[in-house]
């Protein structure tokens, strides 16, 4: 197992330094999936939720989220995020949830792919949980990225 990066050899947390990293296209995917009774994916599905279109604005919450990992998560460098893309799909026993996140930079977006995950799915359970308390958010993981030193990885 390798040195954990965040920590200098005192074990003190820091930001790593990544002003000798290359400048380089990245990208990362993630996914999500928040588990609910037939009703309640039925009523997401519909659109017709007393909160509107769930699917549209759970995407723009992923969206957003994407943005503000930094402020989020305390080691993640601020990055300029080129694309930014959630999806909200019905499958079984629920809705898959998936990011893509591109940059060009020194350091991955597989934070701000995991965060626009992890915000889309809350913001499913915040606008369902009328209808249901027992959803269950699920899964969330990294399936793929790609650029930078050590290159591309997929699940």
Request: one cysteine or more; aromatic letters at 2%; proline letters at 2%.
């Amino acid at each position: 197992m390798g040195k954990l990066t965040h920590m200098d050899e005192t074990g003190r947390a820091r930001m790593v330094d990544v002003s000798d990293k290359a400048v380089t296209a990245r990208e990362a995917t993630a996914e999500g999936f928040v588990r609910m009774r037939p009703e309640t994916l039925a009523l997401a599905l519909s659109g017709e939720s007393k909160k509107g279109d769930v699917r549209a604005v759970a995407e723009v919450a992923g969206v957003m989220a994407a943005k503000k990992t930094s402020d989020l998560i305390p080691m993640c460098h601020p990055l300029a995020i080129s694309k930014a893309e959630v999806r909200v799909e019905a499958a079984e026993g629920g809705l898959a949830v998936t990011a893509r996140v591109k940059t060009t930079g020194q350091t991955g977006v597989e934070m701000e792919a995991l965060t626009a995950v992890s915000v889309a799915c809350l913001t499913l359970y915040d606008m369902l949980k009328a209808a249901e308390n027992g959803m269950v958010i699920e899964a969330v993981r990294l399936v793929a990225k790609s650029g930078g030193k050590s290159g591309d990885w997929q699940a």
